[in-house]
Structure formats: C-alpha cells, structure tokens
C-alpha cells in the first residue's frame, strides 16, 4: 500500500516560558518566526512551502500537545476516518483555523496516548523557497541552518497497536525495529516517504510523552557548525556530534530551555517501501543508538517530557 | 495521485569496449562488479539492496538501451499496462530472467523514442546493506564512494508527450520545467518520489538520446573527493564541481570512455507531491543550469550519446 | 636561514568607488569594517589579532599600492635595510601612523615594480579573537567567513630578482615553481611560513601589478558556502569551485565591484623550509593551474589589475 | 626569537604485541609501513616527505620512548648543545643511524622526565609527496587518510621547567595555558610552528608519560570519515567527534590496542608567534577540554601510559 501520507508537517509543543523559547527557537535555530496569535508562536524553517511547521504554546507543563501529518488529499483523510471506524479508533474533527491557516484535521487519539492530526490543507507561506527562477534561498539560512522539521520520536507503552494503525491504515513501513530477548518491540521507526523515519515510538510505561523533535541539516558539516554554536551560546547538548547505528543519521540533541529535547540531524539513508526491515538487538542497541559511543546513554533513555 | 514507481531501478547502457568500461565503473567509480552474463555486465552500489542497477553492453555504438523502474506491486505494472492500452501507447513484455534475478518486465516505447521498463521484482543482492544490526556499511565504500543510480536526463522530440505518460498513468510530479518564450516546455523534470528528479527530459529533435546518468554521492565533501580522484587518474571532468540551480543539486559531470555522460551528484532539495513547480525561463537558464557559471556551455547542451 | 616575516599583514588596494567596495568587502565578503579614514578604509578578518589586514583606497584606477608584511621584531626591519643597502635595492620609510595604529614601514621598491613594506608593530584589534577563556569566536563568522587575508599573486618582469631578494634577505622558501621549456621560471611561489605560499610572482611583461588577493576560508564546505553565497548576490565568479595542483589549494576566483580579482581558497599543504621544491613543466601548467579543468584558462592569466 | 625547530618529527611508543599494532598504524590508522628494522617497526602518513615519523617498538610496558623534533640546521642543534650545558640538563648523543635514515640526534633529558630528540638529518622518503608536476596524492589516502604525526601531548611534574627550555633554548612560544586558581600553570601549549600546538605539558605527579599522540586529518568532514571506520573496525573511542576550546581542534580520541591514545584531529587556529597567549582558568577547564560536552572527562584526564 502507498502511504497517502506526505510528511509530518508540524509538532505542537508546551513550553514554561513563551519568550525565552522564542529566542530558542527563533534566532539560537533559525526559524523563521510567522505569528504569534492565540497565545501559540508559529514558525517554519527557510525550506519548507507550508505556513508553519512548529507551534509553541505556553503552559505549566511541557511536552506535545499533538503531532500532524499532512495527507495527499481530503479523500485519504476521509478514508482513514471510516477506517479508524471500523477499527474503532478514538478520533475527532478539528475545526478549519484552529491553528491560522489549516483546514479540518482528523484528530486520531493513538493507542500510546499521542495525538496526531491528519490534513490536506494547509495555507502556503509567503516566504517558502522561491519558484520563479529560484535562487537557492531568499536569505542565507540563519542559526542552526535548519531544513524542515523532520520526525518525532515519542515514548508510550502500547507502541505495537500505534505502529499498527500506522501501517495498515496508512501505509507506513517499518524500516527498523529493536527486539528484546522475549522478541518483544521495544522501539518501532516508521516511515511514509523516501525518510529512514518520519516518526519512531519508543516502548515505556508511559502515555503521550516526547522523547525529541527533530529538524533537518543538510550536512555533517551543518552539524559541526550547530554544535559550535550551541557550545558558543551555552545550549546544553546532550549528546553528540555523533551518528546514529539506527538511520545512520549524524546526530546533535539538546534541549530548548523548558527542557523538551530537540535534534538536529543529518544523512541517514534513503529508504523505498521495498527495502527489508532492519533489526536490532538489545545487547547492539547501544550501537544502534549511538554507534561512536557503542553504549546506552541513561540519560538519553530515561529523560523526556 | 500516488505514485507506484518506487525508483530508478536500472539504466543499461551501449559502450564501445566493456573491459574499458568495467575499469570506468568497478575502479574508478567505485561500483560493485555484480556478475558478467550473455555479453552484459551488471554492477551495484553499496548502499542499493536489489541485484544491480547498471548494465553495460558492448556494442558498435553508444548510448542508452533502456531506463527500469521499480514498481511497488505486480498489480501496479497491470494497471500501467492497462492505461497505455487505453491511450494506444506501443509496449511489449520483456520475459523474466532476460536480465538475471529480474522478473518480468513491461517495456514502454515512450514518444521521446526511450524504452523505459517497469517491474515489481528483482533478486536481492547478498552483498546490499546489512539488516541485522547493521553496521554502516559492509566495506568502505570505494572509488567515488557512490550511494546508487539515481536518475537519467534524456533528449528527445516529444518530450510533453513523454512527460504526460508519466504524469498521468503513473503519478509522477512535474518537479521543475523551463519555458521558452513561446511558452514551450524546454526541460521537464519528473519525480515519482522526495527527489527532485527521478527522471528529466530535454527536448532536442532526436530521438531516444541520453544526456547523462546520475549517481548519488553522500555530500559536498564526496564531491569535492570525486573530483580529485578524477583528475588524479584523468578522468576527463565536463564541468564541475558546481550546483544546479534546478534541484540545487552539487554536481560532476564527466564521461566514460565510450563517451557516455555520467554525472555524481549530492544535495538538493527534497521534493513532496503538493509542493509547487519550480519555473524557468531561458534567461535565467543559465543559472538553472550551473548556478555558479550562470550561462550555458554548449558542450554541455550539444554532447549527448 | 630562518625567515624573520611572520606574514603577509595587509594589502592596500585601489578601487573605482569606495561604497560599491564596502558593500562588497564587508557585506559579502564579511570583513569587519575596522574605519575610515583618510580617504581610505580599513578591514580585518574575524581571527585576525592585527587592527586591520585589508586597506582600500579610492582611486581613477585599480590595482594594488603596497603589500604589507609584518616581522618578528624591529631589529629584523634594521637588519634587512642594511642588506638592501648592500645589494642596491631602492627603499624609504613610511612614518609611523600613515595608516593608523602602524608603526615605522621599510617600504621596498621590488624589481617587479611592486612596493612592499615590512614593519615590526601593529596596533591590536580590540576586535580580535578572545585570549581569556577564549570562545571559538565572538560572533559567528558572517560572509564568506573568512580567516584571514592570507596571500597575493603579482604579476611583474623580475621575478627572479624579486624572488632573490626574498630569498636571500628574508629567509623566504621556494615552495613551488612553473619552468618553460627554455628552464626559465614564468611563476614562483614563495613562503615564509608553513603556508604553502605567503607571495607569488608571475612573470609578465609588466611592472607591479596584481593578479589577486587572497583570503582564507576553514575548509571545502565554507567554499561551497561562499560559491552559493557569490551566486545568491551575483558577484561575478570567475573559476571554481576548483582545486589548483599547485598549493592543492581548492579555491574560487571572482572581482570586486572595480575589477580587482579576490581569491577564497583553503586546504593546500603544510610547508616546512626542509621541503623539496615542487616543479612545474608548462606542459603541465594547466593541471598545475587548475587540477579538474587541465587546462589554462586565457582570461584566468590574462585579466589583472 | 625565531624556531629553530621545524617540527616535531617522529613519536617513538611502545607497544604490548607488535603485530596487533601494525594492524592498527597500518590498516586502520592507514600509515605506509615503511620497514621492519632492529625489532622497530618504521611508518609514515602520506603526505610526509621524511623516511618514517612514527615508530613502534615491542616492550612488556607502553608509553613513549622518545619524540623527535626536526631541527633547521646541524648549527641549530649545535647552539642547542652549548645552552643545555650552560643551563646544566643532561643531555647526550644518539648516533647516526639508531634509527635507520636519521642523522646524529641530540638526546635531552627534560625535567618532566621525558626525552626529546632533536636532529637535522633525516632521509628522504621514496615514498613522500610528488614534486615532479606533482599530483595531489600518489594513491588516494587510506584508512583515517592521516596527513602527518602532529604532536604530543605528555604528562609530568616539571611542566614549567620543561617549557623554559623550549622557550629560551629554541624559540618556541606559549601559545595556551591552563592556570590553576593558585596562578599556577596545569597545562602548557607550545609551538615552534604556526600550528596551535607543536607539544603540550599536562601536570601531573609523574615522569615520561604519554598522554596521547596527535595526527592530522583535513577536516571536519575527514574526522566524521575516521569516526566511522572507528566504530565499524570496533577501535574503543574515548571520546568525540567533538572540538577543543583550547587550539579549536576538532578531534576524536581512541586507543591502540595496547592502550596508548591516539588523537586525530583537524582544524584549529593558525599561530604566529606575535600573537597574545590564550589563559583558561581551572572553572572553564571543561569547555577548553572538550568545547561541546564543557566538562572535564575523568576518564580522559585519569587514562595515560
């Protein structure tokens, strides 16, 4: 089954403070800053055509409020309402405008306590990559020189029955997958485009937590350059420049001031619905994590929001 | 619409001297040498699972045999064969095993005069990525460090006609086009997938010619590597390093020693269905074409095979 | 002999209109404008301890006045007037604070019709890079993130003459060298450091012009950055992306708003004075020039200022 | 005063199992082996015109032997004799010949209990760099492509009477030093180059020990490159990709197999002795050690041999 899903195309996150993240996430990673309406802040990446792909919103705790995914079409969203029916799957209608600039979205209530939102329609922005004999870019890329958001890795305990409504009523494929010693998934990395993942979910006796958000870099060498800049402006990292076993990307995480984890990553591989699911083990998972450092990071494990 | 082509699959090109080109693409661009059958010899890249995706044939003259795409079912080839039917386009069927491991193939006369194969399977490689617990790679990868066939740019007559196939029956997504001032589609660039270009035509009034075959390399600094490695064992370079305006791709080109145009290339953008058609207008051509030289060379434009 | 000059310390050059010139050597290139004055304007580069390493000067028409070079002490400045002295050369004193913050220059009238000054203080930048618990710099390199102003090429007849007196007064190294058929040197490459050339001279029937001043980029990743950047703003480049055989360093050529040619280049070798000098036959020239392209480019060597 | 010092010019290190080692100098590191002599073994980087730099010798313990310093001139290391003797530290001559290729060598016995070697005479390289129209390399680079041994980094007591020699015997500058909150130095780097560090003394309750021994790489993309290979060959990584706040060097730290360090690196400032020295102070010891984690690593300051 081809996946009528185009990308994740936004993660809404809580912040503690909605100013210090603005500087975070504005001018320490570059993000283009939209609007600020309803007291959420919106913002996109110099890459991406769609109005905004981050949403912050200030709150009293942190952590997502909802991921969404942009669909090929309001068919597909329809399909997979009367799928998630016959499933019966939790959903809801989000009106059109709830956030500026997006239709009606499919609210799904994932098993692992997520919610994700489907779309078809989103307002495009009025400073997404040029069309018109293109220059490269409008404005030479600022802070971490960020591409798009790119995937999500979240934490929760029924991550078999969320990757399955991925698969069978999305079109998802698996590309890679970490078994425990009872054959038991304990991560699942998904995908519905050419990515090595556009989500992952990692197994914990939790619901609807974040692990990390990640944004796009194009290059090993945009990686070293994110890192001198955390380390100039005092970002705490927490772990990296180093590469992933798992996606072979090359990887930085840190942590926005309220203390939700972002990444900012680079290369893995191109990955075709035919391609064989890679498995790990969990006596290589360090590897897979980490494959420099070849260990389990506790703190990488046990800290998220 | 959704499109079932996965990929480029496999480009089969007419060279003067097969030894001479078996040096060209093991030792210097660093392909696997895969098998060498019925007069044919098929390699890999390291980073590719299926059997092979180029195929080199001695013959008196030069230039491209056929172009195969993967498809994502057998059921997709059906429905393929179908629409032509409705739209009197001439195919035939290519027997399994004419290539080995490959399974039966649809071959399409498109109007641009190119044969353009379309299949759902092909043997595994025992030699592609590793997928338990995978390392990186196998071995270093070696020669110009290539990742896999990525694309073709074709010359031919009736390019909109070419195009409309692909479009129509197949989902592929105009990605880029430039316009003469008449308004006329000189180049259209084609994806089935996040690339930028799968497959481009250029109009020229010829018949089945290839412009050149892309490789993908990992970054700018492989590109920069490629480069040396060329001049080091004279290599003869096109033009490059450079960038594309269109695709924004970091590019080589340069020719094997039949002639055939190859090129390794790395960056760009990443393409999704819903994202607008990037135009240009021969004015700006020149920048399309090398972003840094900003003209067009004729050598470039005027060498094909 | 040990060489007493520590580096190429400026360059004071001529341009048409002095805003046109700011524009491009701070904006685009990303020099800090250090001051005006006197007519003329003064630049450093982000990791240079020195007041300034760039000097433009307002003119009706271009090309370079003098070449600065700093020394290890005053004592090195006297001892190489004495030698002058000896060997006929033609030298005066430029008075402390001709431009600001410079202390006494021995100005020497080289062979090549080229004036070079050779001084033992400059004023510190209080904009240079930090010395207490030193961050990797103050603010992120901006521009084209040069290094440094590292080099020039000048074209003259005496080369040999001009060479000699590097050589024999100051400790100069011959890295490199172009031969022609007849065994006489038509280019020679002269260090003082471990810089694979800190000076240049190639052999023209003219008197004390220049074919370009250089700058110094981190690596292959900052030139592909400055290219995109050159192209973005439509700065005239006139070769590269590319690398030279000569120095191996890779690098792009392209003018300033009056015509003088700026180099960005990086890499290249480590010289150390125990080296073997490199020869170049003019058979080879162009892959001595240009290592991908091969070939002498006319208006590479015919174009100077 | 100037550097009569060229460079540092070989590492001798003991090692548990010669023929473990040769895999990792040789196949890993990806040195030329250049002989097995006397029950030494010889190696060189590529791009090093000398007959070897880096030399192995079995023993039942590990650590330095003794490293070598290339000098200008047999009358440099002469001068060197006669301050020595003033100054009262022993000192003696290795003859000709001890190692094969390199002249006689003037043995110092350094308050930190090490002992340097320097010498004016080594043998040319058959294997060096091209200087005929010379080619970027002969073969391609292999392994972790290592241009040249670099420097060392050593442990002892008397860092500062150790320094004083370097400095007032032969000119080499302070370039870092860490200072304890009693103002005393913990860390010393020196340069008789214009590389950030030539050697650098660690404080340390102790005589004659290693802390690592440093190598060369091209860049940042060359150590992303040597990170791979690391982990792919399964060689332990203490630590990095990461960078220095001290020289700004960009580095991975890892171990031979009988447990002496090694470094790779790229980058970092270039040095001129007229340069200010940069001061850390023990608070900000963190972040001069590792710019990216900002702390210091127990296991790095603690491991040496």
Redesign the interface.
Known sequence: M???V??PGFIQLRVLDIDEAIVHYRDHMGLDFVSRDDGRVYFKAY?E?DRHSVVLREADNVGVDVMGF?M?SQEAVEELRRNLDERGVAHETVEPEEQPGVGERLRVHMPTGHLFDFYATMA?SDNG?????????RD?PKGMRI??FDHCALLGDEIEAAAEILIECLGFSVTERVVDPAGENIAIFLSC???AHDVAFLKAPVKGKLHHASFLL????DI?HA??????RNIK?DI????H?IT?G?TIYFFDPSGNRNETFS?G??F??????????TD?FG??LF????EVVESFVGVYT
């Open positions: 081809l996946s009528p185009l990308r890459d055509f942009k090929a495009l990559p040029m069309t018109d004999n293109p220059e490269l870019w030479e591409i798009r485009s050419n990515k194009e290059s090993w060498a070293g890192a001198d800049l955390m380390a100039r990292i990296g420049p180093t590469r076993g072979r090359q290369g591989y191109h075709y619905p035919d391609n064989p699911t890679r498995v790990w083990t290589k590897k897979g494959y420099y450092e070849q």
